[in-house]
């Protein structure tokens, strides 16, 4: 009995975050359009609804009644794989993410965890399953035969494992301080106000890891593989109908994830700011801090222009890498002279 | 190289909390400007008809020759335009005809809105260009 008890619990645990990540990732398309309409001085979608809310069902069903189009000269499986690949791997990162801390069910003695599945190599998982989002932009690129298409997916590529180093070694430095991969133990780490917050102990793993994670998601200034105009669209260029809203809703489920993994490991979680706060619910505080970093997210989008493909690879290998092994370097120093 | 990034996001930032300059287009106008040439219209006179003679000045001055004019005069010996028809779908809203009219029944209107399914939709004829007068106070 108990079991089943622990199995629909997961059930709805999953179902409750799918959808709610789901209804994110649509209101997200809104408010980045929203924002950045208001950066360049104008109203952004306003017509569908109040304030333009219905804007994101809307589109759906734009893109719905789209026609579905494979060309010709494209590896059919591949070709409908792709965005497959790219969203399972967005959305799968949410099942290691702790929202909150544990609730019980009034009436009962049944402890609700607010975390789908509490891995114990959770960060390993994360990293593994946000590069396989790339294989999603890569074979997308590759298998629809198109010069624009390959090419986006080959920078793509290598943007991704640029990057991706660079990411990696900066979240070792939070490694080190935690001293466990399991994100429930690093939160609870950064617990009892925001003056123990990772941020504070690696600010520079931080910033290094915002700049990394929006080349990893290929957002605004790294968005090389969609660059609009050199390749025309990029990897998603032969795209049409669901495909492509499943491509465009990979890449904003996994701006949310991103962000989610910010606030985890650098922000306290769902510990509040400082703990007299503590009766506002965990949720609250992961949505709300969640929030700053899309926020910040779209906000740096409207600011600041694309860069080069050279300038990109420089930063990445020249800079960032450094950066990050220099960070590592003194965590490491510091963390074993204070025993 | 950091300070710069930050001094953008400033101005975007400050630009996001400004109020928008857009204007809604259908439900706001901006009025158009005091030369603005629009849809012609005819002055009346005090009986309530057109001013024009059908002396067709703007008929030959007109460069698109989008006017046409048939003459006729009334029972006092006054000519008056029999059928005159303007087709607003060849006008180049020159303004040539309202210079040229002699007697000030023709001007060029403030209104710019107009849209028909077909060609056909755009012939004004006189009334249609008496009607157009109650756009153009």
């Known amino acids: 009995m108990e079991l089943f008890y622990l199995l629909i619990e997961i059930i709805v645990k999953c179902v409750v975050v799918f959808a709610g990540l789901m209804i994110v990732v649509a209101y997200l398309t809104w408010l980045e359009r929203k924002v950045l309409g208001h950066i360049q001085v104008r109203y952004g979608p306003n017509r569908c609804g109040p304030f333009g809310l219905l804007q994101p069902f809307s589109d759906a069903v734009k893109a719905f009644f ?88 080959l920078r793509a590529a290598a943007q991704m494992i640029s990057y991706e180093v660079a990411l990696g070694i900066a979240v070792i430095g939070v490694l080190i301080l935690s001293q466990s991969l399991r994100l429930t133990e690093i939160v609870r780490l950064q617990g009892g106000g925001f003056w123990n917050w990772n941020i504070w102990y690696q600010p520079v793993a931080f910033v290094l890891y915002l700049i990394c994670g929006l080349a990893e998601i290929n957002r605004t200034p790294f968005d090389m593989p969609e660059a609009e105009a050199e390749l025309a669209c990029g990897f998603n260029i032969e795209y049409s109908s669901m495909k492509f809203a499943l491509f465009f809703m990979a890449e904003y489920a996994h701006m949310v994830t991103m962000g989610a993994v910010a606030v985890t490991l650098f922000m306290g979680g769902w510990q509040p700011i400082i703990p007299q706060l503590g009766f506002i619910p965990g949720v609250v505080w992961f949505c709300g801090k969640l929030f700053v970093f899309l926020f910040f997210f779209i906000w740096q989008r409207g600011t600041f222009p694309r860069l080069r493909y050279d300038q990109i690879m420089k930063l990445g290998w020249k800079i960032l890498i450094p950066l990050a092994l220099i960070n590592l370097v003194i965590t490491g120093l510091v963390v074993s002279l204070k025993g | 190289m950091i300070i710069p990034l930050l001094k953008g996001l400033k101005v975007t930032l400050r630009y996001f909390f400004s109020k928008p300059i857009t204007v809604q287009y259908p439900e706001e106008k901006i ?86 399914g077909d060609r056909k939709g755009y012939i004004m004829t006189t009334e249609k260009l008496l009607e157009e007068k109650k756009v153009n106070p």
């Open chain 1, 66 to 153: 789209k026609e579905d189009l494979v060309p010709g000269k494209a590896d059919k499986a591949v070709f409908v794989m792709a965005p497959m690949i790219s969203i399972i791997a967005a959305i799968s990162i949410f099942a290691v993410i702790p929202f909150g801390n544990q609730f019980t069910i009034p009436g009962t003695n049944w402890v609700v965890k607010l975390r789908i599945a509490d891995v114990d190599v959770a960060l390993l998982y994360i990293f593994g399953v946000a590069s396989l989002g790339e294989f999603g932009i890569i074979l997308g690129g590759w298998s629809s035969g198109n010069k624009y298409g390959l090419t986006g997916s």
């Open chain 2, 31 to 116: 009025p158009p400007a005091p030369r603005w040439r629009g849809i012609q219209y005819f002055e009346k006179d005090e009986r309530g008809k057109t001013k024009c003679v059908a002396c067709g000045l703007c008929m030959i001055v007109c460069p698109s020759q989008c006017i046409y004019i048939e003459t006729a005069e009334d029972e006092e010996g006054k000519r008056y335009p029999l059928t005159y028809e303007l087709d607003a779908g060849r006008c180049i809203f020159c303004g040539f005809c309202e210079e040229a009219c002699p007697v000030k029944a023709i001007f060029m209107g403030k209104n710019y809105e107009w849209v028909e």
